[in-house]
């Protein structure tokens, strides 16, 4: 059908002329601010259609006569006078409608001599006018009729269904030559245009063309379906423009959907780079806002809320009012003409990129295409392009097949320079199609295809996953992790994957692309001999293409021009400086009453260039715009938020929720820049929590915190409520112990004032963009960023005073729905703030709950360390008779472990320690350390320090205050603290014992593998397997104390490390032993001894998960075992059929054992103590 459809068209749609009429007064433009100032020929006046053909509109192609002046003539026409030598300039420009479809114009502007006597009169009469008011004589000598011939610019503009830009070019060229350029042609320009426009179709896919022009033929090929999409832009000229490494960054801008302008002087330079850049995406489509020229009226489209590629033509001589406001704007600006690319801060790097831009200079220097990344390209000899230029080449060169009929030799090269050209282009379009193919080679495998009906997946599509991101991400490099993580969240990858999921059911233009990039795959892995390639469900690529698939240059002549009846063959009287008048009855299209006619244009898009008209009705479509962006916001807002939540209840990783946290804060940025009336910095978020807090009385800058926030001074306020401080820590009940941990669990409200005073004070963060992410997270990790943008916007004053009446801050329903979605952000718990800021400074309360041995009472000093993802505090002093300390330090990450015990002073130093509890006043988060062991020489192991492990309490929304779930009582202990129970694993059997030991291995094992295979793995993780309740040494504890003879009545408790004391003490006997044991046998020993002799504060269980540890990271475990079964000392403490004494159990323990020797474990550096 679509092949069909093509065959009907017609490679030129349109014909049109635009200038000034004289029979009209002369209208200026409002392009440059107060141009009633300048003289008449510094202003620009507003050009209108002189001549269209056809005269009605065209079936499929709906005429617009506003959008068509405006991008034919951007900065109005010109006036000047005694021009010299003739000027003329080729730009094209594009028109997209509300239903997808486009225009494709191509323009050529030249002056004109104005004959039209009334023209000149109003020139010259708006010259006195200004010579009248300005007072300014001698300035320049004035305009005079009698003395000065009058110029002024016309455009002679092709309209086109296709992207077709070279051989329309040659054709406005030569039509200007043979009429205002003076050469003579052979048949009048009626004649010219009516084949043109009625008899020279468009060339089916593949095909070459060969039409003839006013001065000669002109021939142009059409990619076939198998090659890449159709781009007739000069791509020399566009590396030479932007040079390599900045061609990079703006694709990595447009793959991550920024806003991306183009900023030049010269317009054809805009839509050549905004065309090329786009279409070195495949397979992905740019569905966003495509504006490549925006009109300077038009300019306030800039503060769209969308991704968008817009381009704006900037004055060099002038320093406008648009031109500022670029340098204040926060989205990648592209300077075309000095060749500069500035982009955010954050911009991830496109995975391989060195690599990328190796292959592209390669190919720069094969073709001799300057660049500004080559300082100087060498001469090579020779009549073609060297194939050895000392570059890395691609692994996979020439999977995209190059283009038929274009062979790369010097000699073609040298008769034909657009040969060279085309070669060039598609050589480096192959290169990036290419680099896609590397990356995205087994993307099927992640395909999740739909179960159900077309109607039924269409009508909920949003609720259906259909790529399984976590999967697709594991496989790939953990530097790759953030391009990647972005770009599967993005409309151009989603919209790729959906058209793959069509191809199932339907088969139609959208697949073509789709099927193209899957035999590109195809190719790449039968030349790397990989598994099967992917295919397009319902699609035969062969049978889709049918004849389009050529393998020979196949040419289709076009008519001919003939004389057309009724006009005379004498065409010397169409030789002059003027565009001749052509009559309406000549160029009337043949049977004209048959062809489909279009009653009215359809609807046009709200954003430019489609919708481009004059000031004078262009409020209305403005403002119905801004609506449509309102709305657009509170959409994604919604969106965006779904996906924080998640859809499926899993939990997401640090990278994905690093992601969405990082799409919420663009998309807050904005919202907060939509409307705004001055833009005062790069992030309008921030500037308005500034301004928030000047008309609270603080400062444009923020003083640093002295508290650093106000749950500090209620926490200190309550620990000075009740009795005086005492050298004896007392009894659980005590009611300032009870403040305090309520202070913690339930802290009272956070301030807004408070928590910009925490960003301000951080000296890591430089830029207004940074300060206000900073807040953003920290407002998620404490639950309030909708508490806090509600308070923000209450001050209706400010926000009247700061943006306009359709942003979407003023519009009531959308804000208020657009809070209530954030607030629901708050039944997740985030940690993104205390992830992402790791040099500043963070507050956390440490309060243990603990009770003496002598009457509830202890006189001891108590120490703490805390440890995080990233750091440990170092140990800090909690004194005699507080439950308490304040730490100050550098941001140790989400918190782990802690490591708690007492200096032994005092006469009474022993204390049970229940719990420690350590709040991140910061932040907000809360943590817990269960203990519920003694710290004591006369107690238990013998400990009087003790390392544990920490869990986040969870906390929950109460009345828009975040509070723990847990409240006092169940955080206490409910009953006084008892003599430790002995450790017994005898109910258990042996096979018992090995199952849970092969388990824990097999997780350790599995998790660390996946850490070694630059997926990230947690400090926490890693804890819980190594030292848990359920962990591999608690696994390897029951191994050793399984048949351990029971001791006596009114004796000590043996622990399993006193069996590797016992071999201390036979360490004599170690020199007996086979040379094959003893190296293990001394290095148990020593190690043995080093614990004992460092860590005396160390109780035995400790001391034997420390061990462990060691053992685990040094692959000792299996050889220390062994030595343990040689000693008859030893093996006099067990049963018989222990572990130790029985040959057939310890080989199957050692045979587990011995998968830990595959992967590599790092010890918690808190637990070890530097051993």
């Not at 972005?486 to 069509?502: V, Y």
């Not at 657009?632 to 994905?656: A, C, D, F, P």
Request: a negative charge; proline letters at 6%; aromatic letters at 10%.
């Amino acid at each position: 059908y679509y092949l069909r459809l093509e065959r009907m068209a017609q490679l030129v749609d349109y014909f049109i002329v635009c200038g000034i009429q004289g029979d009209r007064p002369l209208q200026e433009t409002r392009n440059v601010p107060y141009s009633s100032h300048l003289p008449p020929f510094m202003r620009t006046y507003a050009p209108r259609v002189l001549a269209r053909f056809p005269v009605k509109d065209h079936f499929g192609n709906a005429f617009d006569d506003g959008a068509v002046c405006a991008l034919c003539a951007p900065e109005g026409v010109r006036f000047t006078k005694n021009l010299t030598e003739p000027k003329t300039l080729f730009h094209s420009f594009l028109i997209t409608r509300e239903n997808a479809s486009r225009a494709h114009g191509a323009v050529l502007t030249y002056y004109e001599r104005v004959e039209d006597p009334s023209v000149v009169t109003m020139l010259e009469g708006m010259q006195t006018h200004y010579s009248g008011l300005s007072g300014d004589q001698d300035a320049e000598q004035p305009f005079h009729s009698a003395r000065d011939k009058l110029f002024v610019t016309k455009s002679l503009c092709l309209l086109s269904s296709h992207p077709v830009m070279k051989p329309l070019q040659a054709y406005l060229e030569g039509l200007y030559a043979v009429t205002a350029g003076g050469k003579a042609a052979q048949l009048p320009v009626e004649s010219y245009l009516f084949n043109l426009l009625y008899r020279v179709p468009m060339p089916r896919p593949g095909h070459t063309i060969v039409l003839s022009g006013p001065l000669g033929d002109i021939s142009w090929r059409r990619p076939s379906l198998a090659e890449l999409p159709m781009c007739d832009y000069s791509f020399s000229e566009f590396f030479e423009l932007l040079g390599v490494k900045n061609i990079v960054k703006l694709l990595t801008c447009l793959l991550l959907e920024h806003q991306v302008l183009l900023k030049s002087a010269d317009y054809q330079r805009l839509m050549l780079c905004a065309f090329c850049s786009v279409s070195l995406l495949f397979p992905f489509n740019w569905h966003h806002v495509f504006v490549p020229i925006l009109p300077a009226a038009q300019v306030g489209f800039l503060d769209a809320p969308v991704p968008f590629l817009m381009g704006l033509h900037v004055d060099p001589l002038a320093s406008s009012r648009t031109t500022l406001l670029q340098l204040e704007t926060s989205f990648c600006s592209v300077d075309i003409d000095h060749g500069t690319v500035d982009y955010t801060d954050d911009l991830v790097l496109l995975p391989d990129q060195d690599r990328l831009v190796s292959r592209a200079t390669a190919e720069l220097m094969r073709y001799h295409v300057q660049s500004p990344d080559l300082c100087e390209v060498p001469l090579i000899s020779g009549n073609g392009p060297t194939r050895n230029v000392g570059v890395e080449k691609s692994a996979v060169k020439d999977v995209v097949a190059h283009s038929p009929g274009v062979e790369e030799t010097g000699k073609e090269w040298d008769n034909d320079p657009g040969s060279r050209e085309a070669s060039f282009s598609t050589a480096m379009r192959q290169l990036f199609a290419n680099y896609f193919v590397e990356h995205f080679a087994n993307y099927e495998n992640f395909v999740i295809a739909p179960q159900q009906s077309f109607e039924d997946w269409q009508k909920n599509r949003d609720q259906f996953q259909n790529f399984d991101k976590s999967a697709f991400l594991s496989d790939q490099p953990t530097s790759h992790w953030p391009f990647y993580s972005a770009f599967l969240e993005s409309t151009l990858f989603s919209g790729f994957i959906d058209e793959k999921l069509l191809a199932q059911w339907k088969v139609g233009e959208a697949s073509v692309s789709i099927a193209l990039f899957d035999s590109y795959i195809e190719r790449y892995k039968d030349k790397s001999g990989l598994s099967k390639p992917p295919t397009t469900p319902g699609f035969s690529f062969e049978g889709m293409l049918g004849d389009g698939l050529v393998t020979e240059e196949v040419k289709e002549v076009a008519p001919p021009p003939a004389l057309l009846e009724g006009v005379s063959a004498d065409t010397s009287t169409q030789r002059s400086e003027v565009f001749p008048h052509l009559s309406p009855s000549l160029m009337e299209p043949p049977e004209y009453q048959d062809r489909p006619e279009c009653i009215s244009p359809p609807r046009r898009l709200s954003v430019p260039p489609s919708g481009l008209k004059h000031q004078t009705s262009s409020s209305s479509g403005f403002f119905h715009s801004q609506v449509k962006f309102v709305n657009q916001l509170w959409r994604e807002s919604r969106l965006r938020v779904k996906h924080m939540l998640g859809t499926t209840g899993e939990s997401l990783n640090y990278i994905e929720e690093n992601t969405h946290i990082a799409y919420l804060c663009e998309l807050l940025e904005r919202v907060w820049g939509h409307g705004l009336k001055k833009r005062e910095g790069k992030s309008p978020l921030w500037t308005h929590l500034m301004a928030y807090a000047e008309t609270k009385g603080e400062g444009p800058k923020l003083t640093a915190p002295t508290a650093i926030t106000t749950s500090l001074v209620a926490l200190n306020s309550i620990g000075e409520k009740g009795s005086p401080s005492s050298f004896l820590r007392k009894r659980f009940n005590l009611p300032q112990l009870k403040s305090q941990i309520q202070a913690v669990l339930q802290p009272p409200p956070t301030v807004l004032l408070d928590d910009l005073r925490i960003v301000a004070d951080m000296s890591e963060l430089k830029t207004d963009v940074g300060r206000a992410r900073a807040f953003v997270r920290l407002a998620l990790e404490k639950k309030c960023l909708a508490r806090y943008l509600a308070e923000l916007l209450s001050n209706k004053d400010l926000t009247s005073q700061r943006y306009r009446e359709y942003a979407f801050l003023c519009t009531e329903e959308e804000r208020e729905q657009f809070l209530y979605h954030l607030l629901t952000l708050t039944a997740r718990d985030f940690t993104c703030f205390t992830t992402g800021f790791l040099n500043t400074k963070m507050l956390y309360r440490v309060i243990v709950i603990g009770e003496g041995k002598h009457f509830g009472l202890s006189t001891s000093t108590l120490l703490v360390t805390i440890a995080g993802e990233y750091l440990d505090s170092g140990r800090h002093e909690i004194p005699r008779g507080e439950f308490s300390t304040d730490i100050t330090t550098q941001n140790l990450g989400p918190l782990t472990c802690l490591r708690v015990g007492h200096d032994g002073t005092g006469l009474a130093p022993s204390l049970f320690v229940h719990a420690v509890l350590v709040h991140v006043v910061t932040t907000g988060q809360t943590y817990r350390f269960d203990c519920n062991c003694w710290l004591t020489r006369n107690e238990g192991d013998g400990a009087t320090e003790r390392f544990l492990l920490g869990q986040t309490i969870p906390h929950t929304m109460k009345k828009e205050h975040n509070v723990s779930t847990l409240d006092v009582e169940s955080v206490l202990p409910s009953r006084a603290p008892r003599r430790a129970p002995k450790k017994t694993t005898n109910e258990k059997t042996s096979e018992d014992i090995l199952a849970t030991l092969g388990t824990v291995v097999n997780n350790l094992c599995e998790n660390v593998r996946l850490r070694n295979k630059d997926a990230p793995m947690h400090r926490e993780d890693l804890l819980y397997l190594l030292c848990g309740a359920n962990g591999f040494s608690s696994s390897m504890e029951e191994l050793l104390l399984w048949q351990l003879k029971p001791s006596r009545k009114f004796q000590k408790q043996l622990f399993a490390w006193d069996v590797f004391e016992c071999l201390q003490q036979q360490s004599e006997n170690i020199a007996t032993q086979s040379q094959e044991t003893m190296a293990d046998s001394q290095s148990l020993v020593d190690t043995i001894i080093q614990i004992n002799s460092t860590l005396s504060a160390v109780g035995k269980c400790e001391k034997l998960v420390i061990l462990i540890s060691i053992g685990l990271r040094q692959h000792a475990l299996v050889g220390w075992l062994k030595v343990l079964a040689t000693f008859p000392s030893i093996l006099s403490m067990y049963e018989m059929g222990a572990f130790l004494v029985e040959p057939g159990l310890l080989k199957q323990a050692t045979d587990i054992l011995s998968q830990t020797h595959a992967v590599s474990i790092k010890t918690e550096l808190l637990l070890t103590q530097g051993l």
